[in-house]
């Protein structure tokens, strides 16, 4: 179908504006992103739902693997953005996709992921405790799956997380027909509910309030690699809960190069499994990017898979700082780096492609999706 040219012409869609060099603020790149639209939906079999929930992901394939692979054809990249949509009566459908491209571009790359500790020397985490930060932005926008994962609030009814948290690659997981999203609040001492907190009833401890899911998306990349082929790239799911969740929430954006990151550096908030209860905020540097992945060594456990990945940059058009979310944590890779293994965690950028279709599946109007 299309030529090596239209190829990269897609992959890339983006017109990256960074400041001059001039300009001492970090600030949000403005992107021209392609349009991605359903095609054709079709109703599948319902799911049996009988794979086990896996906190993390692996794949042998590092950064200098990912980035010699071909690149993938028109055709390819159609299939992989097709999704499949769960519902809570547990019906299924795949949605076929057209990707429409009306904007000149440039930037790109590529990359995979495996598994085995997460925590590099000292560990760097930080547990956040009380309610003055636990229900404060942007730590509020942290999010619990009962499936055990992470996920992240990116609009009045919606929360980004990982696809290995609902789908296994070949399986939806047990659970995930009836997935639930809790929410932290204050536990009162004396009992009593409300949103009044006075000083003879401060909150104790924190509880999860739970929202119960209506609609799961998941890309077909995910679903067709299962990790090991292409997966790792596709790893993401945008789940949309029955009512709206009445918090502040994180914007999505397209992830800028590495370089342009503000001291190099991502951050992110998950519920480690090592930490029961406790929300759990790391950063640090990114040590390698491909077009699909950052790869970094960020302190981190089963039970962040899914959380939002964000950084704080200018926006220049609003003329004040905005946080956003840049891509999805998965897992934990061994890499093979000159014949001596290196391990990273890895987390799934959000590219152009992968924001308009995003966007889409929160808004339902790529007219709202134009500007990454």
Known sequence: MAGLSTLILLLCAAKDVMPSSSHWKPTWPSYRVPVILPQSTLNLDKPQFDAEARLEVVSPCGPACHKSSP??????????????????????????VGIYILSNSADGSQGKSRTKRQIYGYDSRFSIFGKDFLLNYPFSTSVKLSTGCTGT????????????????????????????????????????????????AMPEKMKFQWI???????????????????GMDYDYALLELKKPHKRKFMKIGVSPPARHLPGGRIHF????????????YRFCDVKDETYDLLYQQCDAQPGASGSGVYVRMWKRQNHKWERKIIGIFSGHQWVDMNGTPQDFNVAVRITPLKYAQICYWIKGNYLDCREG
């Open 71 to 96: 690149l993938p054809t028109y055709e390819e990249v159609k299939h992989y953005l097709s999704y499949e949509t769960l519902y809570a009566n547990g019906s299924l459908t795949e949605t076929e």
């Open 269 to 280: 908030s998950g519920y480690d499994n090592d930490r029961p209860g406790n929300l759990v």
């Open 212 to 230: 119960r899911v209506k609609r799961t998306h998941v890309p077909k990349g995910w679903i067709k690699g299962n990790a090991n082929d292409i």
């Open 153 to 200: 609030l990116v609009a009045e009814k919606h929360v980004l997380t990982a696809a290995h948290c609902i789908h296994d690659g070949k399986s939806y997981v047990k659970g995930a027909q009836k997935l639930r999203v809790g929410f932290l609040k204050p536990k009162l001492k004396d009992g009593s509910k409300g949103a009044n907190i006075t000083n003879s």
